[in-house]
């Protein structure tokens, strides 16, 4: 492949540079030009990193080291790396995450292909991450089962493992700022890159290896921080997300089996026995429904709980 497209990877983290080591590794050993790639470091108030290690780890590659002396988000730390970003694409890439030599190249080579284009890439766990109902589940979800070939829907784009040319990100904006919660950014970005058009694919060849797995309970947690603190701001915004989030139940008026059935569905009395008994089960074995019930129903309990308060307030 002829190079003609430049890089800027940018990756945001926070505590564990371990980890982050471990990624800037892999990408001093991809076949890209080296020439030809930025990578961005965006640390995010972390108590304790060794910068002169950082650098070591990814040579002969050149680091940009961005330190924020407070904690503001992953949206405002992307943001900062975009801001000094010059690379034609743009390849997000989780801190806690490894690649393997042909990483870069993969992304590059789908974007040479197509004018404008967000390309989501391939997440795997780590060896090292026992394999679980829930790993299978996690790793099924998305654009896993579509063909490579075909649009997929915006609501799959993630940030973990993806790439986007850079003049689309400055036609429609970086991310919003106002997401400073879990959960939101890459949606609302998602959305906004596909109402200008520019279509999603699965490139399952630019593979990443994911060293970090929560368990259930605190993925329910996180799950209900998203719904109480970021789902508001991206439904003030974009209120017809609701149907995507799995909410346009709320605003059915009168009698209706299926708002009745996830009404029902969301009480405490089935909803905690459902998730205990998931815990419990999740090493050997949880159908796919069972984590989709209960990643959508902590969100959900959360933003209506956030809603009851603001509305009593």
Avoid at 141 to 146: A, E, F, T
Wanted: charged share 20%; with cysteine; net charge positive.
């Amino acid at each position: 492949m002829s190079v003609s497209l430049t890089l800027s990877v940018v990756i945001p983290t926070y505590g564990k540079p371990e980890r982050l080591e471990a990624v800037l590794k892999s990408l001093s050993q991809q076949n890209y030009p080296h020439e030809a790639t930025q990578i961005i470091v965006v640390d995010d108030a972390s108590p304790h990193l060794d910068a002169e290690r950082l650098y070591a780890a990814v040579a002969p590659l050149q680091l940009r080291l961005i330190r924020n002396e407070q904690n503001q988000g992953r949206a405002r730390a992307r943001n900062a790396a975009l801001r000094v970003a010059r690379g034609d694409l743009v390849v997000f890439l989780d801190s806690d995450m490894t690649v393997g030599p042909s990483f870069l190249r993969a992304h590059a080579q789908r974007h040479q292909n197509h004018a404008e284009a967000v390309f989501v890439g391939n997440i795997r766990f780590a060896r090292e991450i026992p394999v679980t109902s829930l790993t299978r589940y996690l790793e099924g979800r998305g654009p896993h089962r579509v063909d490579a070939d075909k649009p997929i829907p915006f609501k799959c784009f993630v940030t973990g493992n993806s790439s986007v040319r850079r003049s689309s990100l400055l036609r429609v904006g970086f991310f919003d700022e106002d997401l400073t919660a879990y959960g939101g950014e890459d949606l609302e970005l998602g959305y906004r890159l596909h109402l200008a058009g520019i279509p999603l694919y699965y490139t399952p060849e630019a593979l990443s290896y994911h060293y970090h797995l929560r368990s259930l309970e605190p993925l329910c947690l996180l799950m209900q921080t998203y719904g109480s603190k970021s789902i508001p701001i991206l439904l003030n915004k974009h209120p017809e997300l609701d149907a995507v989030l799995r909410l346009d139940f709320i605003k059915v008026s009168g009698f209706s089996p299926r708002r009745l059935a996830l009404q029902l569905a969301l009480l405490s009395p089935i909803h905690y026995p459902i998730r205990w008994l998931a815990r419990w089960l999740v090493k050997t074995y949880v159908p796919d429904l069972v984590f989709s019930y209960l990643f959508w129903s902590s969100r959900t309990r959360g933003y209506l709980q956030a809603a009851a308060h603001s509305k009593a307030s």
